[in-house]
């Protein structure tokens, strides 16, 4: 079935996630400077019209993009749960710290990285990420917790694991700038070791 045949209601909401996609791809790949509505609708295959269709300003665009981020990065580390659970011991440590480093090293997260610049200097765009942000966050540190199967009761794991992830984030944020891979591979093996020893 072609897209002409779907329904209009189906069609409009493909036309909205292709634009969405489009968004965070854009950012990921040319910040929030090159990423206007007419870069976006190019992308997503639709009109400048079309996409004013669904989103009225470049603004309202980008902050439906915030909320398409954070449940794609909510979705991604969802999907690492029921592999690892399925393992114990220092091997299921490796492969969780390796998984959310990979999650802060890819284009969602450089998307967000971008949003979160722009958001600094743009007040229509501050409310909304710092609120997603927030809610992103407890999720992640969350789903961390469980990925890592630590226990939060005992002294210093959840501080452990917050600060595990801050350094996700500083991975993330280094590679928008180098390759940093080398780096990464020696960070995932001690903080493997890190996290082996205190959970």
């Keep these: 079935m072609g897209p002409l045949s779907l329904p209009k209601q189906d069609r409009s909401r493909a036309t909205r996630q292709r634009l969405l996609e489009a968004a965070v791809a854009c950012l990921a790949e040319r910040g929030w400077a090159g990423s206007t509505v007419s870069v976006v609708a190019e992308r997503a295959g639709v009109s400048r019209g079309a996409a004013q269709h669904h989103f ?39 492969m969780a710290v390796g998984q959310l480093v990979d999650l802060c090293t890819g284009p ?65 944020l280094a590679t928008l700038l180098t390759d940093d891979s080398a780096r990464r591979e020696r960070l995932v093996k001690h903080w493997t070791a890190v996290l082996g020893d205190l959970l």
């Design 56 to 94: 009225r300003t470049r603004e309202e665009l980008f902050t439906a993009a915030v909320e398409y981020v954070a449940e794609q990065r909510s979705a991604a580390v969802r999907g690492l749960l029921p592999q690892v659970q399925l393992i114990t011991g220092p091997t299921r440590t490796h």
């Design 108 to 172: 969602l997260f450089r998307a967000a990285l971008h949003l979160w610049v722009a958001a600094a200097n743009d007040a229509a765009l501050r409310g909304p990420v710092t609120e997603l942000e927030a809610r992103v966050g407890r999720e992640v540190h969350r789903m961390a917790v469980e990925l890592l199967g630590a226990d939060e009761r005992r002294p210093g794991v959840r501080e452990t694991v917050q600060g595990f992830l801050d350094m996700c984030r500083g991975l993330g």
